[in-house]
């Protein structure tokens, strides 16, 4: 996929390059005398979080007012200001370790809630008051051999998330000038009856090339890394992938009134049966990097019943593992990828590909239906299966196409034995990739847990939400289309297995699939 835009080569980020001793603030709330902090989440009095399934975060919120200004105005794409957590999710209560690294004397935070409210889809749930700015240590190698590259910044501000409900949520840095954000997941204490909206981290660490190195690139003249860490700021202006691949799911799912809980990736790494009595795990836009352990999560999901959705494409693709210490084992994303022969572990934590596994069920398409098959890719989104329940309210009639939803990664079906069945064809193109004809595919499933699965099979499905999936502007009908979609299958989804109520109707052979792969790097 796309390879996103860093500082450039480690020790020349001029923005750090003065390191300072730094204060550190405990924020409590809203700042003493801000009256527009009353009511809202993590102010004094706010009713604690809750599991029980049906209650709503939307209808304890519904009477206060959102605000777009988490929005950045004035973003800060050169790193005038730059912050990351020490955890990529916690439960409510659990402090939030900010770092923050600044040229200005002065900053202000301010963390939002992502959601469906009145006047906006940001709601306020503390502000600080001003805090002293200092430009923190230059980046270093935390691992010289992997390349690893870490900012060995100090605390500057302890967050205190009593009261805060489980969500996707920006914490807004800024100065007099520029603005930055920084995701953080606070975490569902219970998932039991809900839709489980999981953010892939992994895959933003594996992109991220802050201080000049990630999985993908290295300086001219020096090569990637094999190892990322979390203890670093993402790309400039700091959300990662999360705003197209993320929020846009997120607001949508939150507008429908779904039952919901809230996880990141590593959380099915680190927790036992993480996914223990949901209705459903959903896969949120580019979801590339897995650990074993994440996938037997999602498998033994699957396999007692619960539905799943892969709102993307080239899902489950790098097989990872992941590094740490005693106070947090997962900070560190371990992926030689195509350099796997030069891993010195050896068995199955050995990173590469799954499906280079030595076993037949190894491949990504045992669990989401299809495997990856093409970067980069530009096509039509074509209708075969218009009388499927989840294109209902659609309108949709067979060979309807939707230009450009079809990319930039795209998945395919593979006619094989490991290949799930039932398996239901909805959408079907060919196209050229790298000169290569092939096609590509969305698609639906039925497993004897009676889980349903569906996977999008497009990198574009989640920005589509917004209409916009950049450099193409998708339209409003786009738009429409992708959205009923997505809500049929989750508000579906949400009332159990799926499977048992629409089995699919197996269409396989209407299609002249090749069993050969294109595979290009990625």
Known sequence: MRRPRGYGPLGLVGLLALGACTSTTLIRGPVEGDTRGRGVIGAAGAPPPTSVPGLQEWERTSSLRGTQRWRLRHPAREGQIAGFTTRASALPGVPVDLRVSTVARTYRVTAYRLGWYRGGTGLVVWRSGPLRGHEQPAPRFADLERRTVVAPWRRTSLVDTDGWLPGVYLLKLHTARWEAHVPYVVRSPSVAGRVVLVAPVTTWQAYNDWGGYSLYTGPVGDRRSWAVSFDRPYPAPGSGELLYGVAPVVLMAERARLPLAYLTNLDLHLEHHPLRAARAYVSMG???????????????????????????????????????????????????????????????????????????????????????????????YRVVSPGWWGFVGTGVRGGDAFPHLVGVEADRVYPVPATPRPLQVLSHVEYSCGGVSTSAQSVYYSHRSGAGVFNAGTLRWTCALAARCQPHVLGSRTRRFVRQVTVNVLREFARGPSGVRHPAADNLRRFALSSRNVVPAS
Not at 301 to 315: E, H, I, K, P
Not at 347 to 375: I, K, N, S, V, W
């Open 286 to 380: 580019h979801d590339e990097y897995w650990t074993p352990r994440m996938r037997r999560a999602v498998e033994r999901a699957r396999d007692r019943g619960v539905n799943l959705a892969f709102l993307g494409a080239n899902t489950m693709y790098w097989r990872i593992r992941l590094n740490g210490d005693g106070s947090d084992p997962a900070r560190v994303v371990v992926g030689y990828r195509s350099d796997s022969h030069l891993d010195p572990v050896v068995g199955p934590r050995r990173t590469g590909l799954f499906r280079d596994l030595p076993r037949r069920r190894a491949g990504e398409h045992t669990l989401t239906g299809m495997q990856y098959e093409c970067f980069p890719v530009d096509a039509s």
